[in-house]
């Protein structure tokens, strides 16, 4: 079995002076020091996405592909933008199919009063639709430009790492899981089993 769980941090905001990037940084800085989570980024701004479905010969589509496809599990760092998610977000979202299947997904979110959970609910719906596993539990952020200090890091250290810990543990049982489901021991593709 595969010893480690190769976590996708997916960026929720494309926005020029965006907050996400300090949000993100955050989350990607305290998975590191889990042992057993490699973590890789994905980020709208940096995909540049085509607006128009053109297929997956695009070569932004096939570098989500490829990075959604290496994917164990997936942390989405979204906003709330006007009660729901970004179209950003719902555009990589969309460029996607097969590659999200059978995989959990975990939520941080940041806003004003609400910490951005009415995005989180919305996206649960996407989700659903793609066959993901989504956790119940959410890092969320409320008035989140006055919950980071001038480093990047949560004022409420020890609480924030304790929560996304929290999560994280249960994205890895459900990664464990579905992985098996997904690759039988007796099938698991050679770049897996060994």
Aim: glycine share 4%; with cysteine.
């Amino acid at each position: 079995m595969k010893e480690t769980f190769n976590v996708a941090v997916i960026y929720g905001s494309a926005r020029e002076g965006r907050f996400c990037d300090t949000v993100a940084s955050w989350v990607v800085r305290t998975l590191k020091t889990d042992r057993e989570i490699t973590v890789d980024t994905i980020d709208p701004a940096v995909l540049n996405l085509p607006a128009a479905n053109t297929g997956p010969e695009h070569p932004a589509v096939q570098e989500l592909h490829a990075a959604l496809a290496d994917a164990d599990a997936f942390i989405i760092v979204t906003p709330e933008y006007n009660h729901s998610f970004t179209g950003e977000l719902k555009l990589l979202i969309d460029a996607a199919k097969a590659q999200w299947k059978r995989k959990p997904l975990a939520f941080v979110s940041y806003g004003g009063m609400s910490g951005g959970l009415r995005a989180v609910e919305q996206l649960r719906l996407v989700f659903a639709e793609l066959h993901v596993v989504t956790m119940r539990d959410v890092v969320s952020f409320a008035n989140a430009w006055d919950r980071f200090d001038d480093t990047g890091n949560p004022i409420d250290e020890k609480s924030t790492n304790a929560a996304l810990h929290h999560m994280t543990t249960d994205l890895k049982w459900w990664a464990d899981a579905l992985r098996e489901a997904r690759y039988p021991q007796h099938q698991l593709p050679d770049a897996i089993a060994s």
